[in-house]
């Protein structure tokens, strides 16, 4: 497989925050009418706001940043939650950023 754009998607907002509705549903969709956040790797902005349609074939960077307070509890929590599919994922996500 070539990689002919030197792109990365990330879903993250500047602030290093899972943008939800860009994200190309969990990277899961290939649609031109999905949009989803990526950037160059050729500038020197890793969460550069750039939108593009999720049917563009980008490498996925995955890394975790949470604030020091939320790692501790989610360390504390992370083995109780088992998700049966994409949608309790997200639901569950939504309730942790809500703390």
């Not at 070539?2 to 190309?24: F, N, V």
């Not at 890394?63 to 501790?72: I, L």
């Not at 939650?81 to 809500?98: G, P, R, T, V």
């Amino acid at each position: 497989m070539t990689w002919p754009q030197k792109l990365l998607w990330h879903g993250s907002s500047a602030l290093g925050e899972r943008a939800i509705e860009t994200y190309c549903d969990a990277w899961h969709s290939a649609s031109s009418d999905k949009i989803g956040l990526a950037s160059s790797l050729l500038g020197n902005k890793l969460l550069d706001q750039e939108r593009y349609s999720c049917d563009n074939r980008f490498i996925v960077l995955c890394v975790e940043a949470v604030p020091q307070d939320r790692r501790r509890k989610r360390r504390d929590t992370r083995s109780q939650h088992e998700f049966a599919n994409e949608e309790e994922y997200s639901q569950y996500l939504q309730s942790i950023d809500a703390l």
